[in-house]
C-alpha cells in the first residue's frame, strides 16, 4: 500500500477497499466505494454550515474526491512517468570524432587483454587475469588467439595477426590429449574463427586448417540420427554421444559446415549441413506450437516427448539463432530454414513474451510443457538477450509484410498445428508483422540494457526472476498490445494496463523506460539511491549476480543501431562499455565479476576467449562509422564470426544434391 492510502486508513477506522493500478471493477464504481467509506449518510457536521445549505455530505464529498485523486495520482500517474516521461531522454548524435575516439578506445582495450594473454598464456586456451596464468580449457590449442583472428583484422591489428599464425600452423588437432573435445564450442571458437579470419584475409592456411578441423569432427555425425554428438575423440576417431541432446549444440554447425562446403568443394561438408536442416524441417511439433523444444532424442532425431522446454535462452539460443542465418548466408534461397524461422518467432511472441506489472519491461522466458501443463519461469536469462538482435536482422533483411513474395504462405506453416495454436497464429495477423518484430526487438533490448543500467555497477547479472502481478495473470505481451491498438487514441484509464489509451504513446514495453539505478556520478561507483522514483518497484530480483563478459546484449544494441539508425542504441553501448573499464580490467586483461548488484564488486579470475571475439568486437563495429560488416553481405556465427554471403551455383546443387 502506498503513503497515501496507510494516511486515509489511518484517518477513518473502516478499512478501504483496494484500488488496483490494473483494476477488476470500473474506475467509478471504485471511487463510489471508496466515497461509501468515507462519507457514510449518518456523518454529523457543524450546523453553522448547514445554515448555508452546506450538509455533511457535501463536505465529505468534497475531501472524499480530493483524496481519491490524490490516491490515483500517487497509485497510477506518478508511477506512469516512468513508462510515459514527459521528458522524453535526448541522444544527442555525437560528432564522427567522438565516435572515431570511442572506438579506439575499444581498440585499446583489446591490445590490452590480448597483449596479457599473448604474454601470460599463448598458447594456451585463456588467460587468468587475476593469477596471472594460463588455463586450457578448450582442447589447448590457443582459443583466444584462433577466437580473435578476425577482430584483430577488422581493428587493423596486422602485428598480433601476423604473430599468431605461425603457431595455428603447427596447431595438431589430433593430440592423445584430446580424447573428449566438445563438438559445438569446437565448431563455433575454432572452425567458426577460422573461417571468418580466411573471408577476411583470404590467407589459405586458414581455410586448409578449417578444413583439416572440420575434417577431425566429422565423427561427431555418426548417431543413428545424423545429430552431432556432444563430443569427439580427435586422435582415435569416435564420437561421445548420449541419447539425449540440446538444441543449441546439435543445431549450431550449419553456417560453418555450409561455408567451409562452399571454400573447399567437398561434398561431406556440405551433408553435415544439409543433415540438420532436414531432420528438423521433418520433426513433429504439434506438441511445442511449431517451436524447437531445447532437448531431443538423438537416436530418433526427434524433441524429447515426456517434457517439453521451450526457450531461446541457455542450452537452445544458437540453434533457433542459425535457422534465420542459414537462409540469409545461402543468398536467401533455402526457404526450410526460413519457413522454421517464422514458426518458431511466432509462438514466442504468442507465448513467450511478457510484461512486469509496474515498469512494464518487456522479457521473454521459458516454458515447460507436461502434457497440457503450462508453466512459465518468468526468468530473463542474459543469454536471451541476442534475440532482439536477431528480430531486428530479420526486419531490416525480409519483407516480412510480403512473404508472398518469397513464395511463403503463413497460414499454411499452421497445417498441422492445434486449433489453439493456429487461433494464435491469426492473432498476428492483426498487426504488420515487420513492425511487430521490430517493436519486441527494440522492447527486450531495451530491458536488457536496464538490466546493465539498473546495477550500481552498470554491468548485466546473468539471469533475473521477472515479477508478475500477484493478483492477476502474467501480463502478455500480445494481450496487452492488442487492447492498446484496440484503445489508442482514447483519453483516461482503459483496460488492465496501464497507459493503454494515452493518444500517441508507443506500443507496451517500447517507449524509452528510466534506469532504476541513476547513473553512476562518480569514479569510484558511489550512487545516490534517494533518487529512485517513489512507489515504484525494480520489477525484478536478481538471480545470478555474476557478469561473465558475456556478449549478448552488445551484439543486439549493435545490430539495432546499424537496422534503425537510432543513435541511442550506440549510447546505451558506450554506458556498458565505461562500465568494463571501471570494474572488469585488470592488470593483465579483463576479468569476469561476481556481484554487478554491489556498488563494490568482486572480480572472478576468468577472461573467456568471446570477450575477444565478440563483446570488444561488437563494441567496436557499433561505435565505427563505417560500416565494416555489411549485414545484407556477411552473416555472424554465434561467437560473431563473420562469413560472406553465398549462392551455390547449378553445378554445384547438381554435385551435392543440395535442393
Request: with cysteine; net charge negative; aromatic share 12%.
Amino acid at each position: 500500500m502506498d503513503g497515501s492510502a496507510a494516511t486515509l486508513s489511518n484517518s477513518y477506522s473502516t478499512p478501504l477497499p483496494r484500488l488496483s493500478v490494473f483494476p477488476r471493477v470500473g474506475t467509478m464504481a471504485a471511487l463510489r466505494n471508496l466515497l461509501h467509506y468515507i462519507a457514510p449518510t449518518n456523518t454529523l457536521v457543524s450546523p453553522h454550515l448547514n445554515q448555508r445549505r452546506i450538509s455533511s455530505r457535501h463536505v465529505l464529498l468534497a475531501l472524499g474526491v480530493s483524496a481519491v485523486f490524490f490516491t490515483l495520482y500517487h497509485a497510477y500517474l506518478s508511477r506512469s512517468s516512468i513508462l510515459f516521461s514527459k521528458d522524453t531522454p535526448v541522444w544527442h548524435a555525437e560528432t564522427p570524432e567522438i565516435w572515431a575516439e570511442r572506438a579506439a578506445q575499444v581498440k585499446d582495450a583489446f591490445r590490452h587483454a590480448y597483449n596479457g594473454y599473448e604474454k601470460l598464456a599463448f598458447p594456451h586456451d585463456e588467460l587468468l587475469p587475476l593469477s596471472n596464468e594460463s588455463i586450457d580449457n578448450f582442447n589447448g590449442w590457443g582459443v583466444t588467439a584462433v577466437d580473435s583472428l578476425d577482430t584483430m583484422l577488422l581493428m587493423g591489428l596486422k602485428e598480433e595477426f601476423a604473430r599468431a599464425l605461425p603457431v595455428i600452423a603447427q596447431t595438431n588437432f589430433s593430440l592423445p590429449t584430446n580424447n573428449h573435445v566438445p563438438f559445438f564450442e569446437t565448431v563455433i571458437r575454432y572452425l567458426g574463427g577460422l573461417l571468418a579470419a580466411h573471408a577476411i584475409s583470404g590467407h589459405d592456411l586458414l581455410r586448409l586448417k578449417a578444413d583439416e578441423l572440420g575434417t577431425k569432427l566429422a565423427p561427431a555425425f555418426n548417431t543413428t540420427s545424423g545429430f552431432p554428438g556432444f563430443a569427439v575423440d580427435t586422435y582415435r576417431g569416435m564420437n561421445f554421444s548420449y541419447d539425449s541432446g540440446v538444441l543449441a549444440e546439435i543445431a549450431s554447425c550449419q553456417l560453418e559446415y555450409a561455408y567451409l562446403g562452399k571454400i573447399t568443394g567437398k561434398k561431406e561438408h556440405i551433408d553435415h549441413a544439409t543433415i540438420i536442416t532436414d531432420l528438423f524441417y521433418a520433426a513433429n511439433l504439434n506438441e511445442s506450437g511449431g517451436m524447437y523444444p531445447t532437448r531431443w532424442n538423438l537416436r530418433l532425431g526427434a524433441p524429447a516427448t515426456s517434457i517439453l522446454q521451450l526457450s531461446v535462452g541457455g542450452l537452445a539460443d544458437s540453434g533457433h539463432e542459425y535457422t534465420l542465418k542459414q537462409f540469409l548466408l545461402t543468398a536467401r534461397t533455402d526457404k526450410r530454414n526460413l519457413e522454421m524461422y517464422l514458426r518458431f518467432t511466432s509462438y514466442v511472441i504468442n507465448n513467450l513474451l511478457f510484461l512486469t506489472p509496474e515498469r512494464n519491461l518487456l522479457y521473454v522466458t521459458d516454458a515447460t510443457i507436461v502434457e497440457r501443463w503450462v508453466g512459465l519461469s518468468h526468468t530473463f536469462e542474459h543469454l536471451s538477450c541476442f534475440f532482439p538482435g536477431l528480430l531486428a536482422l530479420g526486419v531490416h533483411l525480409l519483407p516480412l509484410d510480403r512473404l508472398d513474395t518469397l513464395g511463403i504462405d503463413v497460414t499454411a506453416l499452421t497445417n498441422h498445428l492445434s486449433p489453439a495454436d493456429r487461433r494464435a497464429y491469426a492473432r498476428l495477423s492483426e498487426f504488420n508483422l515487420a513492425e511487430l518484430h521490430l517493436w519486441a526487438a527494440e522492447g527486450i533490448a531495451q530491458t536488457c540494457y536496464l538490466m546493465y543500467a539498473d546495477q550500481p555497477t552498470g554491468l548485466g547479472p546473468e539471469a533475473v526472476q521477472m515479477d508478475a502481478d500477484p493478483d492477476l495473470d502474467a501480463i502478455g505481451w500480445m494481450d496487452a498490445l492488442r487492447t492498446w491498438k484496440k484503445h489508442e487514441g482514447g483519453g483516461g484509464v482503459r483496460g488492465w494496463w496501464k497507459g493503454l489509451s494515452r493518444r500517441g504513446h508507443p506500443p507496451p514495453g517500447v517507449g524509452d523506460i528510466e534506469p532504476w539505478t541513476p547513473r553512476l556520478v562518480h569514479e569510484d561507483a558511489t550512487v545516490e539511491m534517494e533518487n529512485r522514483p517513489s512507489g515504484v518497484h525494480m520489477d525484478y530480483s536478481v538471480k545470478n549476480p555474476a557478469y561473465y563478459l558475456r556478449p549478448e546484449t552488445i551484439e543486439s544494441l549493435y545490430i539495432l543501431w546499424r537496422t534503425t539508425g537510432d543513435v541511442k542504441w550506440r549510447h546505451r553501448g558506450w554506458h556498458i562499455f565505461q562500465a568494463i573499464e571501471r570494474h572488469a580490467k585488470t592488470e593483465s586483461g579483463y576479468a569476469s565479476i561476481r556481484n554487478v548488484d554491489s556498488a563494490y564488486p568482486d572480480q572472478l579470475d576468468s577472461m573467456p576467449s568471446y570477450f575477444l571475439a565478440e563483446t570488444l568486437k561488437y563494441l567496436y563495429l557499433l561505435f565505427s562509422d563505417e560500416d565494416l560488416i555489411p549485414l545484407d553481405k556477411w552473416v555472424f556465427n554465434t561467437e560473431a564470426h563473420p562469413l560472406p554471403v553465398f549462392e551455390w551455383s547449378r553445378q554445384e546443387r547438381e554435385a551435392h544434391g543440395i535442393a
